[in-house]
């Protein structure tokens, strides 16, 4: 039996039916033969190595023929390549968007670039198997200025649009030098945001230049700073300031004015940077996970202070005492104020973000007179607390010391399952004056959520009820975290009732009755149904489905926009 394997079956031309070479003259060895053992006599191998003469000769026309179609192939997908350019040139060339006017497309290249949060980007992603990563360059403006010569000029002629860049300095591939030129040189005068990145900041060795930096890490830096004068907002973003930059380096910040360092700020007094930035006229905004308590810092421009870690309470009052023009206060990190402090008074502060328990007493040492913006995360000190104690000294003592000029509140309670009663608690300790109220709880299955659109629902004429809570408000919203979602039906229409009776045609057709402003916007995140169990969807999307279309039945004001999670009406 022939060898199956080993049979060649002549290659046609498409064209004209014909063989492109003359077949093998022998057939192939027969299977027997390959697999006995027995050698070839003299006269089988003299044949076999005839016909081994002939076929090499034939492998080698095989082979001139292949390289002569090879090259034929390579030719035509030149002229393929060549023809497919000059049809895009010429779809190019007819397209419409070239007859828009300079200033609309710049406006196009604007939104365009604003969808990124930065013209460039420069980040590392894990790979799957956890212990390695890949770097991704993300270059939005770049990219515009290649399509043509013309979208180039106008990319080039738009600074802003290349003004922005974030850059991973952990030991990079390479010191990315031509695409930090074409963005520091098309940004022009135009002030810089420059976030620096050390994604990995808790793998660190004694020498971090040299070995969490490396030689690119290190060039990157400095090649940025060297635009110091430029920049307006920096972020080290897990960079070892400390040790990732010479202490001795001096830069020029004439136009910085915000400055984040999500790592420890500890330098010393002698340091370049510190200098540099005590010498920054225009700073107001300084951003750090821990203040060491020898760092000098022009705190009387400081309009803005972000704070993590402190190292103790006298020297965070002390830090208040010489921002004597500070006008926003974050405090990222639960801590207590011990009871025998000294009370200090802040009335510059228009803006508090903080972070409490409830058994803080914070705000009976520091007084805001003037707080227009409370943001205040509250969990419970221990896990076994009533679910009715949520509300921190913090909490009432602040919204009580500023009820005349509060004007937006947000409020996040944390580990507990907040009960209707906390719905009622919280309205009426919030000002009158209110105008924008966010509610963020961990779970609700006690009727929080329908307790709170009751109350909020404005009475009518025919109602015992007469009080208004929070008459002036225009923007409510309301998130639940955790649990099942609450796309009920009951609370569909709930909701509707709430913004109908805050609607304009409603408050207009009881104005004699109730001084109330008509609401602008209501979103609510009630968790979506794919965020529940697989063995609960079904029954969940059902309610789902009612609860939408309750929602998209509702007529609103033309200026009102109603969001949830599930659905968008606006």
């Known amino acids: 039996m022939e060898n199956t394997a080993s049979t060649i079956t002549p290659t046609v031309c498409p064209t004209y039916n014909k063989s492109l070479l003359p077949p093998p003259s022998f057939p192939g060895l027969e299977l027997a033969l390959l697999r006995s053992n027995i050698p070839p006599s003299s006269t089988e191998r003299r044949h076999m190595c005839q016909i081994l003469e002939i076929e090499k000769d034939q492998l080698k026309l095989y082979g001139e023929e292949l390289d002569c179609r090879v090259g034929i192939a390579k030719k035509l997908r030149e002229e393929r390549s060549c023809l497919e350019r000059r049809i895009r040139e010429r779809e190019s060339w007819l397209a419409g968007i070239r007859r828009l006017p300079v200033e609309i497309l710049t406006e196009i290249f604007s939104i365009f670039c604003s969808m990124y949060d930065h013209a460039l980007a420069i980040y590392n992603l894990d790979d799957e198997d956890r212990d390695k990563y890949y770097t991704v360059v993300s270059d939005p403006t770049l990219a515009l200025s290649q399509v043509s010569h013309h979208w180039r000029q106008v990319a080039v002629s738009c600074p802003h649009l290349w003004s922005s860049i974030d850059v991973e300095v952990r030991r990079p591939v390479c010191d990315y030098g031509g695409i930090l030129a074409a963005y520091l040189e098309n940004s022009a005068s135009h002030p810089l945001q420059i976030r620096i990145c050390d994604s990995r900041s808790w793998i660190t060795c004694l020498d971090y230049r040299r070995f969490d930096l490396g030689a690119n890490g290190v060039s990157i830096v400095e090649t940025i700073l060297l635009h110091s004068a430029r920049i307006q907002v920096l972020t080290f973003d897990g960079f070892r300031i400390r040790y990732g930059i010479l202490r001795h380096s001096q830069y020029a910040f004439p136009l910085l004015r915000e400055f984040t360092a999500t790592t420890e700020f500890d330098l010393p007094g002698h340091s370049g940077l510190l200098k540099s930035l005590n010498e920054a006229p225009l700073l107001n905004t300084f951003s750090t996970k821990h203040l060491d308590d020898s760092v000098v810092l022009p705190y009387s421009r400081l309009t803005s202070l972000t704070l993590g870690d402190m ?100 409020l996040t309670l944390t580990r507990r399952t907040v009960t209707s009663l906390t719905a009622s608690q919280v309205l009426e300790l919030v ?62 229409n709930l909701i509707v009732d709430m913004i109908m009776s805050r609607s304009k045609k409603r408050l207009l057709d009881n104005r004699i009755s ?21 063995g609960e969807m079904g029954g969940i999307q059902d309610k789902s489905c009612r609860f939408l279309e309750i929602i998209n039945a509702a007529p609103l004001d033309p200026d009102m926009s109603l969001r949830t999670l599930v659905g968008l009406r606006t």
């Not at 010489?322 to 405090?331: G, P, T």
């Not at 105008?435 to 629902?457: A, H, K, M």
């Not at 109730?514 to 169990?533: E, K, M, Q, T, Y």
């Open 514 to 534: 109730v001084a109330a402003s008509a609401l602008a916007i209501a979103f609510f995140d009630l968790r979506h149904p794919s965020a529940a169990g697989d």
């Open 311 to 410: 190292t103790s309470i006298n020297s965070f009052y002390g830090l208040l005492q010489k921002c004597s023009n500070l006008r926003k206060l974050v405090i990222n990190r639960y801590f207590r104020i011990e009871r025998d402090a000294q009370p200090i008074e802040l009335p510059s502060l228009r803006t508090l973000s903080i972070r409490t328990d409830v058994q803080a007493n914070l705000p009976r040492q520091i007084k805001f007179p003037n707080l227009r913006i409370f943001v205040v995360v509250i969990r419970p000190w221990s896990l076994d607390e009533e679910e009715h104690e949520w509300r921190s000294p913090a909490f009432r003592f602040i919204l009580q010391s500023c009820s005349s000029t509060l004007r937006r509140l947000s």
């Open 431 to 492: 000002s009158t004056q209110l105008s924008y109220l966010q509610i963020r709880v961990s779970r609700d299955t006690t009727g929080f959520t329908e307790e709170l659109l009751s109350l909020l629902t404005v009475p009518n004429s025919a109602e015992n009820r007469t009080t208004v809570f929070v008459p002036e408000l225009r923007q409510l919203r309301v998130t639940v975290l955790h649990g099942e979602p609450l796309h009920t039906e009951k609370v569909a």
